[in-house]
């Protein structure tokens, strides 16, 4: 199996592509074309023309979540494709979602109503469930939480029965590859923690191997307890690649890069990676 990938978006940047807050990851793998999130803003649609990606040549898009930073570039994504195309998702990526930081509530959802989107051709699968994308690609559908240790950031709220209510991430999703290597698993934001995440993944595949793990690990708000349980998890399963970005944050990225040494990448935008 090969697998390559290229980051559409990401919050900083490779050369004289433009970085914004928020992810976008290309992935290429099993004869498949798949589009992991879709950053903020134009960002992922133009650095795509700069690298002379042809969006139309994209199967399929996921979303990992309904924040505004995964979801964003949909409409520009959506435009220049001219097309339909199949989006999977969870069901309540639609909820109204918010951040509350130092009293300032600010709206963070998807900034687009769906038929607005389905008009630009987007055609919604939606699912709580692993989604098989190929008999060796699937995503995660709704991740347990498992390890204690990884709780949603606190700061995160959505509404529900009209009321505003700690977010609890049901739609969080990610993406895995079954490869003779191990699991090769991608992350767009990690609100339920990457290591609960990691091993739904190894329940649902049934393959206990994690070859490597790429996206956004929401570790910027974490513990230092909860970055060295990840950690010695992480070890523990023997990665063997890590390429973060976006929520990481610098404090936890610098320690994963030591940790992790040449097994370590950061993934901004413009960045190519042969992942095998
Ligand atoms: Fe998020
Ligand atoms: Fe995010």
Request: proline residues 1%.
């Amino acid at each position: 199996m090969n697998i390559n990938i290229f980051t559409l978006t990401e919050n900083t940047a490779t050369r004289n592509f433009l970085a914004e807050w928020g992810l976008s990851i290309l992935i290429e793998a099993d004869n498949k074309r798949i589009l992991l999130d879709t950053g903020a803003g134009f960002s992922a649609a133009y650095n795509a023309h700069l690298a002379g990606i042809d969006l139309r040549t994209i199967d399929l898009i996921v979303l990992s979540h309904g924040h505004f930073d995964h979801t964003g570039g949909l409409k520009d994504i959506l435009a220049r494709r001219n097309d339909a195309i199949d989006i999977i998702a969870h069901p309540s990526i639609w909820e109204a979602k918010y951040s509350i930081r130092e009293n300032n509530k600010r709206y963070i959802g998807i900034p687009f109503m769906r038929e607005q989107l389905e008009g630009l051709g987007a055609h919604f699968i939606f699912s709580d469930k692993p989604v098989w994308i190929t008999e060796n690609i699937v995503t995660s559908g709704e991740v347990p939480f498992v390890t204690g240790y990884e709780e949603t950031d606190r700061a995160l709220y959505k509404i529900e029965n009209k009321n505003l209510v700690q977010d609890n991430f049901q739609d969080d999703l990610s993406l895995a590859i079954k490869t003779d290597k191990g699991l090769a698993v991608f992350l767009g934001c990690a609100h339920r923690g990457m290591i609960n995440i990691i091993m739904h993944f190894q329940k649902i595949t049934g393959d206990k191997r994690i070859y490597s793990v790429v996206g956004g690990t929401h570790l910027i708000s974490a513990s230092q307890e909860r970055l060295n349980k990840t950690i010695d998890e992480l070890k523990k399963i023997g990665i063997k690649k890590l390429g973060v970005s976006h929520c990481t944050g610098f404090e936890a990225s610098a320690r994963l890069s030591s940790e992790f040494k040449d097994s370590f990448f950061l993934n901004s935008s413009g960045s190519t990676h042969k992942l095998m």
